[in-house]
């Protein structure tokens, strides 16, 4: 991890610390966690709130294809660096409650979803259109796999119900500072989705 990644994500969050999932870039431990249900098999892989890029570089060791990556970073400097970096893939400048207006994606096409972004800073009604947007894109039986600081999941059990979705812890690292874990989300299966939005 260069050094100017850890001082450029130090300053995104002080200037905006609900946009930002930490002040410290991600570890090498939390990249391998999240990442390890995800290869080249997966085909297409959404990423939201990439910043610096430890996750999209982890996602390249394990063979997944820099053409495969949709990265979707609300920061213009970061979106600018990740164009840099990872030349092939689509980077999408916006804020992910945008997800679904228009879609990114022409159906439930995506293989998986990473995510830093601060769920547990959001207000539900943002934290909800992000959610719907994201299992908008993912085909049956892909995942959602997101971290969070200490060991409480991000996601409220009534917003989980809404959506019919299910939060399992994957692991915990202790190599990050804080400690970070793991949840993925998934639909739970069997069940007919309930449109909340006409409720």
Known sequence: MPANDALSLLMAWTLAPLRSGSATPSSSGLAALITREIGPETGLV????????????????????????????????????????????RIVE?????????????????GAAISSLPFRRMSPRRSFAILEG?????????????YTLGSRCPFDQTLLDRL????????????????????????????????????
């Not at 999209?56 to 990265?71: H, I, N, P, Y």
């Not at 213009?76 to 164009?83: E, I, K, T």
């Not at 299992?135 to 796999?145: E, K, Q, T």
């Open 134 to 146: 994201v299992f908008d894109a993912l085909r049956p039986g892909a995942a959602l796999y997101q």
């Open 46 to 89: 959404l990423e939201l709130g990439p910043g610096t890029g430890p996750f999209t570089r982890a996602l390249l060791e394990r063979g997944v294809s820099e053409k495969d990556l949709t990265l979707v970073e609300e920061d213009p400097d970061f979106a600018s660096l990740l164009m840099r970096r990872f030349p092939t893939a």
């Open 94 to 110: 916006m804020d992910a409650v945008g997800l679904r207006y228009p879609p990114l994606f022409d159906g439930p096409v995506v």
């Open 164 to 199: 019919d979705l299910e939060a399992t812890r994957l692991g915990r690292t202790f190599r990050s500072f804080p400690p970070a874990t793991v949840y993925k989300v998934s639909r739970i299966k069997n069940l007919k989705t309930y449109d909340w939005r006409f409720a």
